[in-house]
């Protein structure tokens, strides 16, 4: 059983930048595409980024396409989401998650095991 833990949220001015990082336990890591989702109060989960189980592919949600970046070590059974030039809006429980398959969608029920969320706050 694959269980995910994700780190580095926390409080951030706007325009800055935040690494958050999802350790995989397991020895099938590298086998999935993962992704991040996000959910702010009040608002339904949405898609943030996504990467295939090489890394050789990724996807973005237009409101985070060139200034969020999502990476995998998979020797660390780590995938990272770099945040640079963050918004208030970009305020959120930010989730990540294993793909069913060794690629990716961008729809939650595309994905079977998700971590506990890290909260990320941004002032303005």
């Known amino acids: 059983q694959v269980v995910l833990v994700e780190s580095g949220g926390g409080l951030v001015q706007a325009g800055g930048s935040l690494r958050l990082s999802c350790a995989a336990s397991?020895?099938?890591?590298?086998?999935?595409?993962m992704g991040w989702f996000r959910q702010a109060p009040g608002k339904e989960r949405e898609f943030v980024a996504a990467?295939?189980?090489?890394?050789?592919?990724?996807s973005y949600a237009d409101s985070v396409k060139g200034r969020f970046t999502i990476s995998r070590d998979n020797a660390k059974n780590t995938v990272y989401l770099q945040m640079n030039s963050l918004k208030p809006e970009d305020t959120a429980v930010y989730y990540c998650?294993?793909?069913?398959?060794?690629?990716?969608?961008?729809?939650?029920?595309?994905?079977?095991?998700w971590g506990q969320g890290t909260q990320v706050t941004v002032s303005s």
């Open positions: 397991g020895r099938t890591f590298s086998r999935n595409g």
């Open positions: 990467i295939n189980w090489s890394g050789g592919s990724t």
């Open positions: 998650a294993r793909s069913r398959t060794n690629y990716y969608r961008l729809v939650t029920n595309g994905y079977d095991t």
